[in-house]
């Protein structure tokens, strides 16, 4: 069917609500074409998309037909698979809670219990919520740190990590039997719908709180502390406060930004990447002298960081010199306490910085590298656990998402929280600063400086005319960016890497659309489109002797990336 034909389908389904029926009424062609050209793409990663009415939007209909092709497939797995259930969650966005609701409702219509979060969680609590309840899935309801007119839908396996690809293929398939989007109906009032136990919560920070690694420190330090902590609007308030309460830690709150607000009206994006989402954070520390400013996300998947500098100045440190920065702690004091396996293991996506290789080869720590989604982190935990080669100790991706633990399969900012604060106590304890032991690392290791740029996409095509983009690149050769040479080029959708010599060898890693260049002496040049959101994400790590050569050397490799990406358009 033509977009023309989907819409008057919708706009004259006498079931359709009279609200939606005005906000149709009221589009334009453009508009009318992006609502019912295509449908929400169901991937790995679920569903996102912007709020509204339409096949391609987020909505009560997409979200409950997702949801019936979930419940086909819990269907197959058996009786008992029902009886176990399916737990939900969700953030503070629009809609959230509806969603969520209207998810425990389709799931119980069709004989399946449902266990529904009695207010605003985490990702990382939905996770361990699945593992802790024994659940054969999990739902959560949010679009993470994208802007505020945006929601999604979020599946997890029996595991806690988010669903697998052959699972998922098969839920994708019972969805697309559903061509009537109005048909999926839920029981909202039935007793197999539950409300998660209060014990989930409780034990989720027991569980964190075994997990310290400087009980001394923090008894020394933790209540001199002063670290300023904003959830942006999000669902991190309640657990990340509550955990650094619990070991001591002083924290204080933006209050401001503690109201569950769907708008997040006192930001531009709810995303703790960007120093401008901590500003408030930073003027309150300011205020009150602070060490340390802390924020999350919306659904406090994501932990964004700023410290002060030689100067007394803060500064929003990158994910990824918070991850470096994690691990060389989490590894120092393990190999401290003589608690470090012999058999430890990190896990980082493979656009995540390269440092990280020189502290684990330091460490005789083992090293590896997935794509980009923190479920294939979760699958390498997963690995482990049954065949016993390797003992996950930390995992990290370059957009603020890290674990410690095996409590959740999921980047976790509470767990992050707890232990960045604990690391701010343990440095202050030996004399020293989280800002002054990230410049002895660069000393050491050799400076790297990590950065990425996107290139925002719009319209119906959007994800097709990226892929078109990354796979173009794959039939053009380089020699070099900036005064880099290219020595080997990745192709992650072939899952094989061409050196510069014509030697082809597999990189053994889950197949993805993404072009990565090695570059001399390090570097690297990355080009991937997101799969959460309509943007071209290019990234870079430039190795060299110190922070200005780096700068120096970053922008004509810039320079002729975007010639190259403007030659493929």
């Excluded at 923090?218 to 657990?239: D, E, F, N, Q, R």
């Excluded at 100067?311 to 918070?322: R, T, W, Y």
């Amino acid at each position: 069917m033509t977009y023309q034909e989907n819409y008057e389908k919708w706009l004259n389904d006498p079931r359709l609500p009279e609200g939606c029926r005005q906000e149709l009424a009221a589009l334009g062609e453009k508009e009318k074409e992006y609502r019912f050209g295509g449908e929400l793409e169901f991937g790995t990663a679920g569903m996102r998309g912007i709020i509204g009415c339409g096949m391609n939007m987020m909505n009560v209909f997409t979200v409950m037909r997702a949801t019936q092709g979930l419940s086909e497939y819990v269907k197959t797995l058996g009786a008992a698979a029902m009886e176990r259930g399916v737990v939900i969650s969700y953030d503070t966005r629009r809609n959230s809670r509806l969603f969520a609701e209207k998810s425990a409702a389709v799931l119980a219509k069709n004989g399946i219990k449902a266990y529904l979060f009695a207010d605003v969680h985490p990702v990382p609590m939905l996770s361990y919520a699945v593992r802790y309840l024994h659940t054969v899935a999990g739902i959560m309801i949010t679009a993470s740190h994208n802007p505020k007119e945006y929601n999604g839908y979020k599946v997890y396996g029996e595991d806690g990590a988010q669903m697998s690809p052959e699972a998922t293929a098969i839920v994708v398939d019972f969805i697309e039997r559903i061509g009537d989007y109005l048909s999926v109906s839920g029981d909202e009032n039935s007793p197999l719908i539950h409300t998660v136990p209060a014990e989930v919560d409780e034990t989720y920070i027991e569980a964190l709180s075994k997990l310290t690694l400087s009980e001394e420190a923090v008894k020394k330090c933790g209540k001199s502390l002063k670290l300023v902590y904003t959830p942006v609007h999000g669902s991190g308030y309640i657990p990340v406060t509550t955990v650094l309460k619990k070991l001591g830690i002083n924290v204080t709150v933006v209050e401001e930004q503690t109201a569950k607000d769907p708008e997040f009206s006192t930001v531009k994006v709810p995303n703790p990447e960007f120093k401008e989402t901590l500003s408030m954070g930073i003027a309150l520390a300011g205020k009150i002298h602070a060490d340390v400013v802390f924020g999350t996300d919306p659904d406090s998947d994501r932990l964004g960081v700023a410290v002060k500098d030689e100067k007394g100045e803060f500064i929003a440190l990158s994910g990824n010199q918070v991850g470096i920065l994690l691990l060389d702690y989490i590894l120092t004091r393990l190999k401290e306490e003589n608690a470090l396996p012999e058999n430890a293991a990190v896990v980082k996506s493979f656009v995540s910085t390269g440092m990280a290789k020189a502290i684990c080869e330091d460490f005789g720590v083992a090293l590896f590298e997935t794509p980009v989604g923190f479920k294939f982190i979760g699958e390498k935990i997963k690995q482990w656990e049954k065949d016993g080669s390797h003992t996950f100790v930390f995992g990290f991706e370059e957009s603020c998402g890290y674990l410690r633990g095996t409590h959740a399969r999921d980047k976790d900012a509470v767990v992050a929280s707890m232990l960045c604060a604990e690391m701010v106590c343990y440095y202050t304890y030996i004399g020293k600063t989280v800002y002054g032991r990230l410049r002895e690392i660069y000393e050491k290791y050799g400076y790297v400086l990590d950065c990425n740029i996107s290139v925002q996409y719009s319209g119906l095509n959007a994800m097709k005319e990226m892929n078109a983009v990354v796979d173009a690149l794959k039939t053009r050769g380089v020699e070099k960016f900036g005064s880099f040479a290219v020595e080997a080029v990745r192709d992650y959708s072939q899952d094989l890497r061409r050196a510069k010599d014509g030697t082809v060898s597999p990189l053994n890693i889950p197949k993805c659309n993404c072009v990565y260049y090695e570059l001399a002496g390090g570097s690297f040049v990355c080009v991937r489109p997101s799969g959460t959101e309509p943007k071209l994400k290019i990234y870079f790590s430039i190795r060299a002797k110190d922070e200005a050569a780096a700068s120096e050397a970053l922008a004509p490799v810039k320079a002729d990336v975007e010639k190259l990406l403007a030659s493929v358009k």
